[in-house]
């Protein structure tokens, strides 16, 4: 089955600020890239950055994952192209930089998603 924006927006009942941050076809590399820009304010300097402050996740329901963690003020997720390009990411992180890990992710959890407390 092709995932398509239409699927994912009837799926997940998203709202409509919701759809437009959506990007699809993001490319485990691309994902990666916004990630740090996001958590370094675009200086892409991740050695300042105050890591035990960030979490990083995987869900299949982005806005109920949000609501869980309070509603942060500083949150993102993007839709990776698979549940094995999400876990990628994650891996990626949790590798090579001291984030937090908000929490154990599904087998078809394909959103990844960052936040700061």
Excluded: C
């Amino acid at each position: 089955m092709v995932i398509t924006k239409k699927f994912i927006l009837a799926k997940f009942h998203l709202t409509l600020k919701e759809k437009d941050e959506i990007k699809m076809n993001n490319s485990v590399k691309d994902i990666i890239q916004d990630i740090i820009n996001i958590i370094t304010d675009s200086t892409g300097n991740t050695s300042s950055v105050n890591w035990k402050n960030w979490y990083i996740g995987l869900t299949v329901y982005p806005n109920q994952e949000k609501r869980e963690h309070g509603k942060p003020a500083k949150w993102k997720y993007w839709k990776a192209n698979s549940s094995a390009d999400a876990l990628k990411i994650q891996n990626y992180f949790l590798d090579k930089f001291p984030i937090n890990l908000s929490r154990k992710n599904g087998k078809y959890d394909y959103f990844v998603y960052v936040f700061k407390k």
